[in-house]
């Protein structure tokens, strides 16, 4: 039995998957994605980049890098996990498949290496949301749990 405080508003579990929980999922999962690196100078990459040359790499840099290496790896794991080699792959193929859709009809551009890179980054973001969401969603399909078989 739930706790009151596992309770919303509505009486039902507020651990109960819903649209809002999938758009926090995806909103921290593009943070990461972007965060990372992105086409402007305003990522990681471009930080580094741009320190590299001037030789001004310091400490900072690698505590953000090992910061974001470890929002990389939950991430990864937490989608791998959820999806599988199978799962990821077919994800992929998916959003693929969308991006060749809306690219042949119009809706999006690809002109130039820089949206090629936002539509891959939002790709990779989207991914990675879904492979969070993965459990939830297979529990509102088929009313079973997934849960890790790891004996000690």
């Known amino acids: 039995m739930a706790n009151s405080h596992d309770k919303g508003r509505s009486g039902r579990s507020s ?32 930080w580094v980049y741009a320190a590299r040359g001037s030789e001004e790499l310091g ?3 690698f505590v ?6 470890i929002g990389w790896v939950i991430l990864l ?20 498949g969308v991006v060749w859709l809306l690219v042949d009809i119009g809706w ?3 002109n130039s290496m820089t949206e090629v890179t936002w539509i891959g980054l939002v790709c990779v973001s989207s991914l990675l949301a879904v492979g969070l969401s993965w459990s939830h969603v297979w529990r509102r399909l088929t009313g079973q749990f997934e849960v890790d078989d790891n004996d000690g």
């Open 15 to 46: 651990r109960e998957f819903n649209f809002a929980g999938f758009m926090w999922r995806f909103i921290a999962s593009l943070a990461l994605v972007i965060a990372s690196y992105n086409p402007t100078q305003y990522s990681f990459w471009g």
């Open 59 to 61: 400490p900072e840099h």
């Open 64 to 69: 953000v890098g090992v910061t974001l290496l």
């Open 77 to 96: 794991a937490a989608t791998q996990r959820s999806l599988g080699f199978l799962g990821l792959l077919l994800g992929g193929a998916l959003l693929g």
């Open 108 to 110: 999006l551009n690809v």
